[in-house]
Nanobody, 118 residues
Framework: QVQLVESGGGMVQSGGSLRLSCAAS????????MNWYRQAPGKQRELVAS???????NYLDSVKGRFTISTDNAKNAIYLQMNSLEPEDTAVYYC????????????WGQGTQVTVSS
């Protein structure tokens, strides 16, 4: 059974920092593209950051220079360090594991709320 469990969300003031964690089980971690998505109220879910085993990393333009995605392969975990948070970053953040060749193997965590006050 595949499980992705996020933690680390919360409420911070503008300019603050948070670190999200996602613990993955039931998958071969390095076979997947690991992603952080977010969804704000009334908006579509958007891809924030992704990382693959080769080390290739991509970020949403609006978070470049502020957010950093990383992995701990020994723990099957990914992280999202979020600095200089802005009210526009307020959303539910989701961890996602997507197999690049088996599209049905696409898994989501339950989400963690991040709220940034001005």
């Amino acid at each position: 059974q595949v499980q992705l469990v996020e933690s680390g969300g919360g409420m911070v003031q503008s300019g603050g920092s948070l670190r999200l964690s996602c613990a993955a089980s039931g998958i071969i971690f390095n076979d997947y593209i690991m992603n952080w998505y977010r969804q704000a109220p009334g908006k579509q879910r958007e891809l924030v950051a992704s990382i693959v085993a080769s080390g290739n990393i991509n970020y949403l333009d609006s978070v470049k220079g502020r957010f950093t995605i990383s992995t701990d392969n020994a723990k099957n975990a990914i992280y999202l360090q979020m600095n200089s948070l802005e009210p526009e970053d307020t959303a539910v953040y989701y961890c996602n594991a997507h197999h690049p060749y088996h599209y049905s193997q696409n898994y989501w965590g339950q989400g963690t709320q991040v709220t940034v006050s001005s």
